[in-house]
Nanobody, 119 residues
């Protein structure tokens, strides 16, 4: 059974930093591309950062230069380092594997972790 457990969210002032973690189980983690997604209040979930099994990374324009995605295959964990946070970064952050998104047609997610950035 696939499990995705996000942690590390919280309340932070604008300009601050947070590091999110996502522990995955029930998948072949090392061969899976992973992504961090964000769902802001009243908006659809969006992909903000992505990392392939070969550690190639990609970012949404809105977070480029501020967020860094990384992974530790020995711990089956993907991270999102978020710097220079802005109020518009507020939302629930989820991680997922590309294979899980495809298999469940985007309907399988963990509980997410709330990030709130105050101005």
């Amino acid at each position: 059974q696939v499990q995705l457990v996000e942690s590390g969210g919280g309340l932070v002032q604008a300009g601050g930093s947070l590091t999110l973690s996502c522990a995955a189980s029930g998948i072949s983690f090392s061969i899976n591309a992973m992504g961090w997604y964000r769902q802001a209040p009243g908006k659809q979930r969006e992909l903000v950062a992505h990392i392939t099994s070969g550690h190639v990374t990609d970012y949404a324009d809105s977070v480029t230069g501020r967020f860094t995605i990384s992974r530790d295959n020995t711990k089956n964990t993907v991270y999102l380092q978020m710097n220079s946070l802005k109020p518009e970064d507020t939302g629930v952050y989820y991680c997922n594997a590309d294979s899980v998104v495809a298999l469940y047609d985007g309907d399988y997610w963990g509980q997410g972790t709330q990030v709130t950035v105050s101005s």
